[in-house]
């Protein structure tokens, strides 16, 4: 008898919980290794059946296993690597001993690496060179995704067939998945957005309209897509799914964390406060790098720099808004401007 196939899902935040029931949805023949590095977080979700502190109401199906232990990586067909972004690199070094070679590492942490400036897929191909990377990203949320809710998201991988197949696999009929060999335009599309986000959410915050927001998510959009182009991402990835796609949602949501801080800021709050309340903020650790990428490429991004000179706290929110609208007046020729 053919066993069920297994896959590894590493970090057990409200994501990685809701991609776990996805892979183990009834009729995938999967059974599904949910790790997290907290013992007793661990020992709550296997007594009751339910991760009630990132994903509260949720049952986790009965073929999600719940484990601290690393080995049980061990064998895994695929996995899917949900730990954040700056944590991604530890959590691969400690697993590398337990995962097969061959086995892909879907990434579906959205950022770079602050230390290194380097991508996601990089970081993989650096710890783990035996095992190709792909990466998983669009427009999300993991509730929507836990209580089947249509979403459309993209999966990237540099063998065309591998993503097909990466796709194929965690395919549901509310969970659409269209497959890419673009996965540096996937993975700038997901860590640019979080940084335009919190702009987003400051002008919200601030009271300056809808009219603004609209100017934010076009002129950030122009940002994302002179980036992608500098870096070598195809258009039409930037102006997709995990591209345009998840850059409304995130700049748009108050359910996205990065919006959501962005707000608080716009309201007062001080950043130290607002981060302690808010939680995983992956656009307030990524901007700085995004802007120095960006800098090193001769890339303008007026918009991520004025996040990350507020962030760093070089000026003050409204001085960002100031020298942002002060800019010289150009014509608007093409997005690449």
Known sequence: MERNRRIAVLGAGAWGTALANLAARPGAGVEV????????HVAEMAATGVNARRLPGVPLLSNVHPTVDLAQASGADAVLAVVPAQALRGALEAFAPHLPAGAPIIVCAKGIEHATGLFMSDVVAQVLPDNPPAVLSGPSFAMDVAQGLPTAVTLAAQDGDLAARLAAMLAAPWFRLYSSTDIRGVEIGGAAKNVLAIANGIAAGRGLGASAGAALVARGFAELIRFGHAFGA?????????????????????????????????????IAETAQRGGLVEGAHTCGVL??????????MPIAA????????????????????????KAELTILD
């Not at 997709?240 to 709050?269: E, M």
């Not at 802007?291 to 303008?300: C, F, I, M, N, Y």
């Not at 000179?309 to 007046?329: C, F, K, N, Q």
């Open 234 to 270: 195809e258009p039409g990835t930037l102006m997709g799914l995990s591209g345009l796609g998840d850059l409304v949602l995130t700049c748009t949501s108050p359910i996205s964390r990065n919006y959501a801080f962005g707000v608080a800021l716009g309201r007062g709050r001080s």
């Open 291 to 300: 802007v120095d990428l960006a800098s090193a490429k001769g890339v303008e």
């Open 306 to 329: 004025a996040v990350d000179a507020v962030l760093a706290e070089r000026i003050g929110i409204d001085e960002a808004i100031a020298t942002l609208l002060a800019r010289p007046s």
């Open 33 to 40: 290794a949910l790790w997290a590095r907290d013992a007793a």
